[in-house]
């Protein structure tokens, strides 16, 4: 195994499952416990929106990414003050919308574009220097936004309403906190792909809640958790030559089927 | 000064008005009790004193501004629980969110802590610090709540059915620190123990979409019949004959 170090794209691969874990641990744990994976479904989602008008324009497709996250959590924050029931709907509109933007403009776009399936579904094996620069910027944001406003979004996340009562500007406080999910959700396109991002998100901390005494300790097992998955689902991968995306999500899931058990 | 004043307020779920021409002001330091039937617009006016409701008409000041100004010198026990049970944080944690009002850059951390450990012991559940708060029972959980609501160290108290599911015992030493808060503190707590309402509390407000304000702590008949629109019924319930018979004798 140590030969498969000298390979360059597996150090990335590496450095990348690191660093994508720990801003999905992190992130995730407030996913889970604000039980909004939906809504971070549909961030991520709308993201091919974002990649294809980039394709179309010709501009870096994960700028596309990152503006149609943006967008698609600030209206996320708008429809949220809306009842649960049409909430639920209009995520689920946005979530599609983003998703036939994306081919609409792909099939517009003249040229072939023979990565989008990488994008839909991922590729680690495939992460550049210039990809991990970026993701080491992102996740300093993502970890240094929460340490700031750890009990500002505690609060909100456990009791909006309290939070709300005290004087936090809980709005403003839970669009912050879209925001860097869709950060997040960006990271993790080239990881594990738009269609898997939220597994990712979310597996980790379901697993981690069962066990811990805090937020901070649930956010520390799922990173801890979220590198395991992705390691040993970056070996599947190469060795049986599988999609890395699919690989990290399986293993994810038999980690939750085991810890459900386990816990029986 | 007067810690509330209601002006002509007005507030309407979509279309179904809740509360129409309410006036009422509270003294500082008095001790409130609003009673009124189920549906009757209690917990929404609660929630406009608190912030939480904006009403679509009148206005409401705390000492002399509007709410958003004063929310930090509110203590709030909501009357149901608006958290997750599965969520990982500890009776101490839970606590420590009045804090959060303090705007200060830097935070006194040990202060706060000894704040929440201060009211918890006031409440009776210092040594549950550590527990996880899913794991409680119902009425230790409100009276996390009412510790929480505490460690703001509000000017201003109020309380939707803080005692819904607090025991009997736990419920009269309650009521014994309310009492002494109330040297300190306005207090306003909604109830549906007319028994209790009347024996610590200094006025009365009836609400059931008009407010009734009553200067004085007297519970008739026909104050609970105009309230309560003369469900007899429901007002056996909570209401122990005694108190009205009191009453008519004195009339
Ligand atoms: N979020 C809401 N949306 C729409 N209608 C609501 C909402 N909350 C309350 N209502 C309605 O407003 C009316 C007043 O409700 P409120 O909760 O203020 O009553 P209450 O006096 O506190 O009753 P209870 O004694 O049962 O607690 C009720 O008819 C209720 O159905
Ligand atoms: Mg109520």
Redesign the pocket.
């Known amino acids: 195994m140590p030969e498969l170090f000298t390979y360059n794209f597996m150090v990335n691969a590496l450095i990348a499952s690191f660093l994508a874990s720990i801003a999905a641990g992190v992130i995730g744990s407030y996913v889970v416990v604000k039980r909004i994976v939906f809504i971070s479904g549909g961030i991520s989602h709308s993201t091919y929106g974002g990649i294809g008008l980039g394709y179309l324009l010709g501009f870096n497709p994960i700028l596309g990414a990152v503006g149609a996250a943006l967008v698609t959590a600030g209206i996320v924050a708008k429809i949220s003050r809306k009842k649960k029931q049409s909430e639920d709907m209009l995520i689920g509109i946005v979530w599609a919308l983003g998703m036939a933007l994306g081919i609409f403009f792909i099939n517009l776009s003249e040229g072939y574009a023979p990565d989008l399936m990488s994008y839909l579904f991922g590729n680690i094996l495939l992460v550049s220097n210039v990809d991990l620069v970026l993701m080491f910027i992102l996740n300093i944001i993502v970890i240094g936004t929460v340490i700031i406003y750890y009990n500002k979004f505690q609060a909100v996340t456990f009791d909006e309403e309290f939070a709300k009562s005290v004087g936090l500007n809980t709005d403003r406080i839970y669009l912050l906190l879209l925001i860097l999910i869709a950060i997040t959700t960006v990271m993790l396109i080239k990881v594990v792909g738009i269609v898997l991002v939220i597994a990712l998100i979310s597996i980790p901390p379901a697993i981690a809640i069962n066990y811990s005494k805090s937020l901070k300790q649930m956010m520390l097992i799922s990173v801890i958790l979220g590198l395991l998955f992705t390691i040993f689902g970056l070996f599947i991968s190469y060795y049986l030559n599988l999609t890395s995306g699919a690989s990290i999500i399986f293993i994810s899931v038999v980690g939750y089927l085991f810890s459900y058990f386990l816990k029986k | 000064m007067k810690a509330i004043e209601v002006k002509n307020l007005f507030f309407q779920?979509?279309d179904?008005p809740?509360l129409e021409d309410i006036n009422f002001d509270v003294e500082e330091k008095d001790f409130v009790g609003i009673i009124?039937?189920?549906?009757?617009?209690?917990?929404?006016?609660?929630?406009i004193l608190v912030g939480l409701l904006k009403p679509q008409r009148g206005t409401v000041n705390i000492f002399e501004k509007p709410v958003s100004a004063m929310n930090h010198h509110i203590g709030y026990v909501p009357?149901s629980f608006n958290f997750d049970s599965s969520f990982p944080i500890s009776v101490i944690d839970v606590t420590k969110m009045g804090r959060l009002n303090q705007s200060k850059i830097f935070k006194n951390s040990a202060e706060d802590q000894l704040i929440a450990e201060e009211c918890l012991k006031k409440v009776d559940m210092l040594t549950m610090k550590d527990k996880l708060i899913g794991n409680l029972s119902g009425g230790q959980k409100q009276r996390v709540l009412i510790a929480r609501a505490l460690t703001v160290k509000p000017k201003i108290l109020i309380l939707?059915?803080p005692t819904a599911s607090i025991d009997s015992k736990a419920g009269l030493n309650f009521y014994e620190l309310l009492h002494r808060l109330n040297e300190e503190m306005t207090i306003i707590m909604?109830s549906?123990d007319i028994g209790v309402i009347s024996q610590y509390v200094e006025k009365i407000a009836c609400?059931n979409k008009k407010l009734v304000f009553h200067d004085s702590k007297e519970i008739s008949r026909e104050m609970l019949e105009q309230t309560y629109q003369c469900p007899v019924d429901l007002i056996a319930h909570g209401l122990p004959h005694r108190i009205l018979d009191e009453h008519e004798h004195n009339h």
């Open positions: 779920y979509e179904l809740v009124g039937p189920n549906g009757g617009g209690k917990t929404t006016l609660i929630k009357q939707d059915e909604i549906h609400l």
